[in-house]
């Protein structure tokens, strides 16, 4: 157990739909990440908070957003699904910048687009 | 960006034998670099990482070693055995973390 919660662990919604995605890091971790990984693919960067502030920004679409909240959790929010949507959605969480990088990986959600 | 690419796409090995996976980075400021190895239908797990401040790191089986000049990293599993088949990340870091597409290993028995 990695000690980050990804909520919840699997989702299958319509096209067009809108969902809400969550993360709880570890302990004491301040930054999270957002990767979304499509089947058979890489892990794709979508974004990173830090103590609440946005700190990165990698390839997330306008249809997605994302939040850090004073407790540390985070939330995905993905609107007008479609079905290219459909992935495993990884939150990652790390103690950056106290310790640079080690990020440690929840279980995923894995979205289904139908 | 940090661009990060990892060949090859897929490895084949014999069990015994010995398997390297390579990456190159593009961000001079990237300066920690974890390999993550992923089974199926499982999370990423961290398997070893190295700073910019050394050159070689190893961990029994495993070893990752690093060029900062040439801004290029690799992970090298000696002695491979049935249960190291899993699909391997490379990750560069500065802020964010930015992972190669993946190997996928095959180790046959």
């Known amino acids: 157990d990695s000690g980050v919660t990804q909520t919840p662990k699997h989702l299958i919604t319509a096209t067009g739909q809108r969902v809400t995605l969550r993360c709880s890091p570890r302990s004491g971790d301040l930054s999270v990440y957002w990767y979304q990984q499509s089947l058979d693919q890489g892990l794709q960067f979508l974004i990173q908070?830090?103590?609440?502030?946005?700190?990165a920004k990698g390839n997330i679409l306008e249809r997605f957003s994302a939040q850090q909240f004073p407790d540390l959790h985070s939330e995905l929010n993905l609107s007008s699904l479609e079905l290219g949507d459909s992935a495993l959605y990884f939150c990652?969480?790390?103690?950056?910048?106290?310790?640079?990088?080690?990020?440690?990986f929840g279980q995923g959600t894995r979205l289904t687009v139908v | 960006g940090e661009n990060v690419e990892q060949h090859p796409s897929t490895l084949s090995v014999q069990e015994g034998d010995s398997a390297v996976i390579k990456c190159t980075y593009s961000d001079s400021a990237s300066n920690y670099f974890p390999w993550y190895k992923q089974e199926l239908g499982k999370r990423p797990q961290l398997i070893i990482d190295i700073r910019s401040n050394v050159g070689e790191k190893k961990d029994q089986r495993i070893a990752v070693t690093l060029n900062k000049t040439a801004k290029h990293f690799s992970l090298h599993i000696t002695e491979t055995q049935p249960e190291d088949s899993a699909v391997y990340f490379c990750a560069a870091s500065t802020n964010d973390m930015r992972f190669g597409a993946g190997t996928r290993l095959t180790v046959k028995p």
């Open positions: 908070y830090y103590n609440g502030e946005e700190r």
């Open positions: 990652a969480s790390s103690a950056y910048p106290d310790r640079e990088g080690e990020a440690f």
